[in-house]
């Protein structure tokens, strides 16, 4: 059995730097997406960050590419999100989730897919929190 959990929200200045850990237990294939994604209150998921497990590959939505990035020392079991320069619209909760990774599907496609809740099986945490002051 799956289990993902997200750690490191915190409440911080706008500017400031953050850093978040996702721990995902039971994942025996080679081959998963995992990803970042946020959500306002009221407000759709967003796709923030994505990585590839196999290839190590990375895809970061426009909103936060520059200032938001899983860096590449990642265990298939952990990852993380160092998010710099913190803005107030970035104050959200954020999740993790993973899924097995289609055959033929990009990248981003699949980052995509998961934050939409289009993947047949998927595995999410509860969220954690970042709050931004400015």
């Known amino acids: 059995q799956v289990h993902v959990v997200e750690s490191g929200g915190d409440l911080v200045q706008a500017g400031e730097t953050l850093r978040l850990s996702c721990a995902a237990s039971?994942?025996?294939?080679?081959?998963?997406?995992i990803g970042w994604f946020r959500q306002a209150p009221g407000k759709e998921r967003e796709a923030v960050s994505c990585?590839?497990?196999?290839?190590?590959?990375?895809y970061s939505s426009n909103s936060v590419k520059g200032r938001f990035a899983i860096p590449k020392d990642k265990t298939k079991n952990r990852i993380f999100l160092q998010m710099n320069r913190l803005k107030p619209e970035d104050a959200r909760r954020y999740y993790c989730?993973?899924?097995?990774?289609?055959?033929?599907?990009?990248?981003?496609?699949?980052?995509?897919?998961?934050?939409?809740?289009?993947?047949?099986?998927?595995?999410w945490g509860r969220g954690t929190q970042v709050t931004v002051s400015s």
């Open positions: 989730a993973a899924a097995d990774t289609l055959d033929g599907a990009t990248l981003e496609a699949m980052c995509l897919m998961l934050g939409a809740n289009l993947l047949a099986r998927h595995y």
């Open positions: 039971g994942l025996t294939k080679e081959d998963y997406t």
């Open positions: 990585i590839s497990t196999k290839s190590g590959t990375t």
